[in-house]
């Protein structure tokens, strides 16, 4: 994958694949997991639960940030799950 040409396009699709399975009410370690093996098929280099540094005026502060996903070190994805439906 050209990390230079990284567009929003092609994860989004991916995106797309996972969310438009039939279950409904996946939660979020679901959709991970399902995105995870998406991204991983389409060659993408990713990384799960990835922390980033956190800066207020030029300093780095903590806690840092933990974003759900980190797409060839360049986009975000922060992923939201489903209430299951009661029964």
């Not at 679901?30 to 799960?48: D, I, Q, W």
Request: aromatic share 6%; charged share 30%.
């Amino acid at each position: 994958m050209d990390k230079k040409n990284l567009s929003s396009d092609k994860p989004v699709g991916l995106v797309l694949n996972v969310n438009c399975d039939p279950r409904t009410g996946m939660l979020e370690s679901a959709y991970g997991a399902g995105f995870a093996g998406e991204l991983e098929e389409g060659g993408f280099e990713f990384e799960r639960d990835a922390t980033m540094p956190t800066c207020r005026k030029g300093r780095k502060v903590k806690p840092h940030y933990c974003v759900d996903l980190l797409i060839n070190g360049k986009m975000i994805v922060e992923l939201k799950g489903d209430a299951p439906d009661s029964v």
